[in-house]
């Protein structure tokens, strides 16, 4: 009786747990290759589970490139040193991203060069997105 309730409770617990764990891979990104643009910035949304920056780029050809890209949640972005009120609406800066392998202008956040000069960068986690934990400390 016992294994006929523990079988279907540890496959559910897998199932529910697979999705978690396909969304945390950094698959979508190439983390062998970055990309380094100069844009302006559009939105930064400062929310769980993850932090986006939309910028614009314009291209040689004149064309405006809206990115979207993201990092972690906001707990981990200020161990690293980032501030809810660190870019603005309007702000010129250079961001490095790992850029999604499909092709599509979205990626995840390496380092934002601000106006002010301030260089903001994430720690080893940047290419997996969850080895920070509230400490700061890596946990591998």
């Keep these: 009786m016992k294994s006929k309730i523990v079988i279907p409770l540890s496959l559910g617990a897998l199932i529910v747990a697979l999705p978690a764990f396909a969304h945390h891979s950094g698959f979508a990104f190439h983390n062998e290759r970055t990309l380094v643009m100069r844009g302006e910035v559009t939105e930064w949304f400062w929310a769980n589970p993850h932090c986006l920056l939309k910028f614009d780029v314009m291209t040689d050809s004149g064309e405006i490139v809206q990115w979207v890209t993201e990092t972690q949640a906001p ?27 499909n092709g599509n202008p979205v990626g995840r956040i390496v380092r934002v060069e601000l106006p002010d000069g301030r260089t903001l960068q994430l720690g080893p986690s940047e ?14």
């Design 75 to 101: 707990a981990n972005m200020i161990d690293a040193g980032w501030r809810k009120n660190d870019l603005k609406v309007g702000d010129e800066v250079t961001v490095t991203v790992r850029p999604a392998r």
């Design 127 to 140: 290419t997996t997105g969850n080895e920070y934990h509230l400490s700061g400390a890596p946990t591998d």
